[in-house]
């Protein structure tokens, strides 16, 4: 159980395009999910909480603009990359966290992690 | 403040030998969460160990153990018997009940372990 999966795990686009990925639960309801970027040999750094329904909150120093969150959903959220450039080239992992998770044995508002998509700008 | 630190960047031991992982944390919560996740060269977060500010035992599981120790704010890991596919990157994280928010999850630098055959 607690399975998250994140789409596509890799892409390559050009300067300039934008990118979505995917972020889904698959067998429990995430009212809240969040999106890490990790550049290479660093560690995770939360860029958003998303809550299903609601307006995404953005860690300080991150682009709402440019990097657009969608929770439609409890099983999903998305990551819009708008107008990507080289430097947002970076491995993007998503979390959810399965707030009744007391009542299936779980560990309340621990987050499970989706496989990351590695996303390369030319 | 919430903070997780890792001293050690980068572990390089030959197989067969013990290797431990150090973690030390900060916050003023009374209630919190310590995990301890591996990440291999595939990127994919693997999850190791849980443990709650409620329980000091520590814990084994095969070749992996961990020590926490509230009075020194440590959740250090020690791998025995290491082998080659434990290199991985280990990153412990401090996850706070009542800090306000989303609950976040605070990752340290993480430390990077190579094992040699």
């Known amino acids: 159980g607690a399975v998250v999966s994140q789409h596509p795990s890799w892409v390559i686009c050009k300067s300039g395009t934008s990118v979505k990925i995917e972020c889904r639960s698959l067998?429990?309801?995430?009212?809240?999910m969040f999106w890490y970027r990790q550049f290479p040999k660093q560690s995770l750094m939360l860029m958003a909480t998303?809550?299903?329904?609601?307006?995404?909150?953005?860690e300080q120093g991150v682009e709402k603009d440019k990097f657009l969150i969608n929770h439609a959903s409890l099983t999903l959220s998305t990551l819009t990359v708008t107008s990507a450039h080289p430097e947002d080239s970076s491995f993007y992992i998503c979390?959810?966290?399965?707030?009744?998770?007391?009542?299936?044995?779980?560990?309340?508002?621990?987050?499970?992690f989706g496989p990351g998509t590695r996303l390369t700008v030319t | 403040a919430q903070k997780v630190t890792q001293a050690q960047t980068e572990i390089s031991v030959v197989e067969k030998e013990d290797v431990t992982l150090d973690c030390v944390y900060e916050t003023r919560d009374t209630t919190y969460y310590l995990f301890w996740y591996k990440q291999p060269p595939s990127g994919e977060l693997v999850f190791l160990i849980r443990?709650?500010?409620?329980?000091?035992q520590n814990e084994i599981s095969g070749r992996y153990s961990w020590n926490f120790q509230k009075s020194t704010s440590s959740f250090n890991f020690t791998i025995t018997a290491s082998q080659v596919v434990d290199s991985a990157v280990y990153f412990c994280?401090?996850?706070?009940?009542?800090?306000?928010?989303?609950?976040?999850?605070?990752f340290g630098a993480g430390t990077r372990l190579a094992v040699h055959p």
């Open positions: 067998d429990f309801q995430a009212t809240t």
């Open positions: 994280a401090l996850l706070t009940m009542f800090s306000g928010g989303y609950n976040k999850l605070i």
């Open positions: 998303s809550n299903e329904g609601s307006k995404a909150t953005y």
């Open positions: 979390s959810a966290r399965d707030q009744y998770g007391y009542t299936s044995g779980r560990t309340p508002y621990e987050q499970y």
């Open positions: 443990r709650n500010s409620f329980d000091e």
